[in-house]
């Protein structure tokens, strides 16, 4: 570690030093150690290996990537501390003085992603164990196993994992493994678990229920600590960094259209462009780019829908597109403003504010941010009253987030746990209490889907353009009709209750009768979120500062943000020398994630799935994300049927991987088309298969109840031209014209504009298939989330199952296969039987795309 990293803390020791004799008390306090902060601010430094602090050789776990070093004052051991990271571990050593001179303890190094998965692969193994036993050795009653007698069966099922997996259960005591055994089987109907007949006696089949809700949240009496001033200030700063870099960026950041080829479409006013690939000028798949000629007007939008290895294809939108085709080098695409283009300038302004410590009016962002130490608590639920129709986590969820007490809450939803109809309790229940509440969420229609519940509240909804607002929403609530803001008074005095103001977060920052509000009669009593997973940092600060509390409702564990651009990312890395992994979080992950993982932030999650009424359908997404604690609640169908009922309505058949991949490479490979207006992937042979289910399915719901997702529009498309009225109707004779439009409008769809929408059945088409596997954003763990949990009854996986394992950097489709194996069925498609469902769904015999494959382009 080089002197001039070093020097800020050499200077705290020799401060202390010679402190100590007049205030030994001072020198190993929080306010000693504050005052250095403020004199010498501290910064991030590189590390090497080994190094010394306060005389003592420190030595660091083996590590071939540049070490960052930080320091920070630890509230569980009341002294200072460095902090040394590494890519997956930390390594904390805490600093004293004693007797006047400094002193180092070292703390046992923490591993982070590591211990992560181990911990997923240890719940798996124990999943795969029980399964087998039950498939080998019914009569057994696995909750009466020995320890002894469970571990004999591990080599069975051990194929895949690791040897540090299989060995942490070895080492397990064998309270720990009943325990990690009892979680596994929590979701099991009671006569699953043996061959003994079970009575529903308590109107169910479910076996005996744990109180779902211990110990996801904090005990009460607890608090989140305060950050020391300087440790805000470098937050905010960060923040400022990232807004400024990411502008900059896109004020520089230019596609001159006189590079690309162009092919008119059939659409009006539309082509199809292909950009030769740039790696100065990286480009993702659905980037979305203004295009402006050379006096800088805006003249059209560019979409890009395909990036390959050398070339990314797109499609233009402009009324001039015949001037741009004939004069390309006259024109050029820039990326459009982003959110923090109107944060931007608020996120500097606090900066400084913190830089000269006159931030007057904080809210609810004073313990969001860590200015204030937030106390917390879940009330004691015998004394209260609770809204009809809640589940235990509910219950706690709703106790928590109407607890005047609790400055700042956080509530994860996981997909069908009912977040939304928690939020709007906790509104119900607020504006009873004649409170005045700020509701904000990332999107227009977040906000429309909350104000649509509320209709008989006094609820104005923000906004400056009508346009962007549902209409049934602005007929009713928005804000710009003097009528809508008569009744919103008139709902006040009549109901005697408080109000509500909505928007999206943009919307309620740029409000002058918000701002008016807060001038006039102080802040909100509360703010509350929606997606709060899908807001930046920047944003939920400057909302919080609106009001005196803060709810946050959101699943990080969903579909994210939008994220940062790489070259922002790698510009923002060269600036400094090194990054923490606080900061690192911040560039790529929540804002809900930061809270929890960094500030300490205690999460309520919603345990129980109203949706899903197939327990093996929930427990791939409840292991992989939520640590196995999501599970369907009592009322599922599934807990309502005897035995042989419940085999034969939700058999391993209701959850099939058909895999492509013995397919030969012509028939499942990917191609990129240029049909209609716009280019896409797509694939052939998913989208035949899609097709056949879909027919299937049709017998026996109808088909609002069944849904087909997939990655890319192109193969959405690609499926609604394969499926046919005439062919549906001989299934369902009684099929009207307009319930069929309306399936293919809303229920084939992508994976982003499915969040949210569920179905009794869902079919999931991957579409890539191709020798470089290259699976692009089907990677994306949260995306795949978002898809598996929209089915409440079935659910049908089309892939090439082992070019989604090769290409897969997160290895999530390697436990998909293991879920699937362990829950369900895999099916390896062969072509006679392709060419089989084709005939049944009268499709003539596939063409070879190898020539249109997007891996040769």
Known sequence: MGKTEFAPLEYYFAEGKRQWPQTPKLVNSRAFYELWEKVYRPEPFPVGRPFRVAGTVLRLPSAMETLCGHTEWSEVHHCAALIVEGAT??????????DGEPETEELPTVSFDREHSRQQETLELISDVIVWIRRNFPQIDILKMKRREFLAFLVESSAGYTAGTVNQIRRMSKPVLREHVRRMLADWAADELNLQMTLPLEGHYAAPQPDRSAGDAAPPGSRVCRRTHWEVYRTVAFLAEISSTALAYARQFELPLAAAEFRPAAKKNTAVVRFPVRSEAPVEEADRFSVFDSDGTPCGLFT????????????LTSEVLECI????????????????????EAIRL????????TVEEAGAMAWLIGLKECPFQVPDPEAAGFPAGLSPSQKRAWLAATCADNPLVLVQGPPGTGKTFVLEQVLRTLTAQGLNVLVSAPSNAAVDNICRRLFDLPVLRSGSHELNIAPDVAARQWSGKPENRSRFQELREQLGCGSIVAGTHFGILQDESVKDQVRRNGLYDAVLF?????????ELLLCTRLGRRAVLFGDHRQLQPFPLRPQIVKTLREKRPVITREEEAILNRSSMEWLAGFRGFPVLMLAESFRCQNPRLL??????????????????EYYHLPFRDRLAQYPPETMTFYTTSNLPAELRRESLSFGGSKPGLSNEAEAAVCCFLFYRLLRNYPPEQISIIAPYRKQIRCIRAQLSLAHARRIRPGLASRQWEEFLDSRIATVDSFQGAESDAVIISYVRSNENHVIGFSDNPNRINVAHTRCRKELYIVGDLECLKRGSGSGIFDQMERAFRRDGRIIPLTEPELKRMQREIGLKPMEKVSERACTHT
């Open 619 to 636: 427990r791939f997404a409840s292991l992989l994300f939520y640590n196995a604690a999501v599970r369907p609640a009592l009322n599922a």
């Open 89 to 98: 571990w930390s390594k904390t050593f805490l600093l004293r003085f004693r």
């Open 530 to 538: 929606d997606e709060a997973g899908m807001s930046s940092l920047e």
């Open 350 to 357: 606090l900066e400084r504010d913190l830089a000269f410590d």
């Open 304 to 315: 890009v829908e395909v990036v390959c290895r050398a070339f990314f294809y797109g499609n």
């Open 325 to 344: 085709m004939q004069n390309p080098q006259e024109f050029s695409a820039r990326l459009p403003k982003s959110p923090r283009f109107h944060t931007s």
